[in-house]
């Protein structure tokens, strides 16, 4: 007997991606049953399931950030471990996104569909480099699904922040990053190019390193940037989030340099609008090159595309042979889409709970 059609057993419902033999959503992006989370972040990983598998760490995050709306029951499952769910295997392969993310590879009567929810190919010191696995259908992601985005070496990107100390010895180097996986690996990228003075952090970014931490990801020296001398944070590194680079918050750092650690740092209009002086292009995310890497590496003849440039990633794997179609799971993909947005609700010392990237 032919293997069923993907199309045959998987369905986007107006709860998200929808597994009818298995009967679980996988990052569903409203409260159901039974939910299979790929990672941590608030578009994936959504308060008030029922019950959650996912890897121990996305489970970690999701108590951190919603602690008793974070599900009604946790299941771990480590990467390369399998659970059957209804008449469907699960089982959980790096996605290389932030901590604990995960491609979800489903399996069903000899059909296997990957969701790969967001990843990236890039060296990250947080977690497990991204595993392409070979699949009748392919879903990914297409947050930077644009040729324009080409996404340049991170270390080269973290040592213009670095040298920006010795440019600027009076003033405080202010990042701008997401509170869960661009701040931990902005600051092990730092430490990697041998920086080990203390990286001062604003307190809604404080949790999530002192989580990373306990999960066994060293990020080296940290101190609460709130309640020091002025003069101390002179020509040291303060990672806040993005919101807080133009706010009150950053009036008592001294002549502090706007700085932003983000895929959209491509594009100088964004970085105007912030008022960055030094927009590092960093990102969690594939870019242009990746993305189209990634579908020849896992070769499924479908690729389902779901949030971010859709069409431009469906009209360029068509060109190459592939069923391509654009899904829209409304509600993916408001992590690193629009930083505005994304923190503006973010206030110290309370701990940051809605979007992040
Ligand atoms: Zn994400
Ligand atoms: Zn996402």
Redesign the pocket.
Known sequence: MPAPRPESWIQVTNRGFYVTPGGFYVDPTRPVDYAVV????A??ARPDHGHVLATPETLAIMRHRYQERAGGTHDPMRYGEARKIGEVTVRFVPAG??LG?AQAVLEYKGSRVVVS??YKRRSDPTCPPFEPVPCDAFVT?ATFGLPVFRHPDAAGEVRRLIDARAQFPERAILVGSYA??KAQRLISLIREAGYDRPIYLHGALMGLCELYQELGIDLGPLERATGQNKKTLAGEIVLAPPAALNDRWARRLPEPLPTMASGWMRVRQRARQRGVELPLVIS??ADWDELTQTLHDVGAPQVWVTHGSEEALCHWASQQGFDARALAVVGWGE??SDPEEATAQETEPSEQTGQ??
Do not use: K
């Not at 790929?38 to 972040?41: D, P, S, V």
């Open positions: 790929t990672h941590g972040h578009d994936h996104h932030v993310s929810g967001d992601e869960l996986g969690d995310h992590e690193e992040a990237g």
